[in-house]
């Protein structure tokens, strides 16, 4: 064999290889709620569990072919799920203290957990993308909201100086120049700040009266600008008007455990419809604006749909739904079959 046909075999080797390596993510539609004969409105589609579930690009096969793929990235304690409306996810892994980054179009895998000269992150919960691609991570152990820039560097804190002690939830108002709302589970409140770490304001404290929390831990925003808070040893969601004004509750009984048992995080869908991770029932319950149940998904359970301890949940302009199945250690792919 020549020079010239021995560099030309091996491109061509390396395709042949490859050309049997092409997986195609499962997308299971046979599984939905509500189960049949009704017509589903939630499917399950696939399970995430790492940086195996990425396709590499076709440069970037041959790249490993040659050179070896880098280590797998497996998911260990998912929670925080946050979407870039393009091809990432970042998932908050609470076991593996950082953030890890799977880009669905370039088939690359991102972990962070430094912090630069400020060390590194030590219980990232829940994570948040804005506009402008600057990610917030709520750090339970650290007291503090970091925020990474666009390029994903250290760029300040939020919440220094005892202003915070375990924040969860984050949320970002829907403005010119956003708020950013943090839950903070110890001190019973939901705090907001300008996004440059300026604080603004609270409302809430511990106790049981209308307003009040008990270890609230999720919060989301819709577009009319009501704030949904997950009250979670009260068992209920409660919403508020941006000033802090209490609006309504849903999900408790006068006897206490109503529809929910232990809820966590609480996410929007396009159509205004609020969904509410239960980590002791195990589901998903989907609840219109005003807080009347629509419909649950999922139980307990290792199987597609099933969960152990669901965390996070994040839903796309798109309405496909990710939902953090902590135990199991993955990340759930649903989507709502939007009605318009």
């Known amino acids: 064999m020549n020079k010239i046909q021995y560099i030309v075999s091996l491109p061509l080797l390396a395709l042949l290889i490859l050309s049997g390596c092409t997986h195609t993510a499962r997308k299971d539609y046979q599984l939905g709620w509500p189960p049949p004969p009704n017509q589903p409105r939630v499917v399950y589609e696939e399970s995430i569990t790492g940086s195996r579930n990425l396709q590499r690009s076709f440069w970037g096969k041959i790249r490993d072919f040659f050179l070896g793929r880098s280590p797998e990235q497996d998911i260990a304690k998912p929670y925080g799920i946050a979407w870039d409306g393009k091809s990432k996810i970042y998932i908050a ?15 690359k895998v991102r972990f962070i957990n430094s912090m630069g000269v400020h060390g590194e992150l030590a219980e990232p919960v829940n994570i948040l993308l804005d506009d402008n691609g600057s990610l917030y991570v709520a750090d339970t152990k650290l007291s503090k909201v970091i925020v990474f820039d666009s390029e994903l560097k250290f760029s300040h804190f939020i919440g220094g100086d005892g202003q915070l002690v375990a924040p969860v939830g984050l949320a970002l108002s829907d403005e010119t120049e956003p708020e950013l709302y943090v839950v903070d589970s110890r001190l019973h409140e939901v705090k907001v700040f300008s996004q440059d770490g300026t604080f603004l304001r609270s409302f809430g404290g511990r106790g049981d009266e209308q307003g009040q929390f008990y270890h609230p831990l999720g ?7 009501t704030i949904y808070v997950v009250d979670a040893f009260h068992f209920a969601v409660q919403a508020f008007d941006t000033t802090g004004q209490y609006l309504f509750s849903f999900g408790p009984t006068r006897q206490g455990v109503g529809t929910m048992a232990r809820p966590r995080s609480i996410a929007i869908d396009s159509e205004g419809q609020l969904y509410v991770t239960d980590a002791i029932r195990n589901n998903v319950q989907v609840y219109n604006r005003r807080g009347d149940l629509l419909m649950r998904f999922g139980s307990l359970g290792i199987k597609a749909g099933q969960f152990r301890l669901p965390a996070g949940i994040c839903i796309t302009k798109e309405n496909v739904i990710y939902v953090a199945d902590s135990i199991n250690r993955r990340i759930q792919k649903f989507r709502y079959l939007a009605t318009n």
């Open 219 to 225: 919060i989301a925003i819709n577009e009319g600008d």
């Open 93 to 107: 892994d609470t076991a593996k203290k950082g953030i890890l980054i799977l880009d669905f179009a370039s088939g």
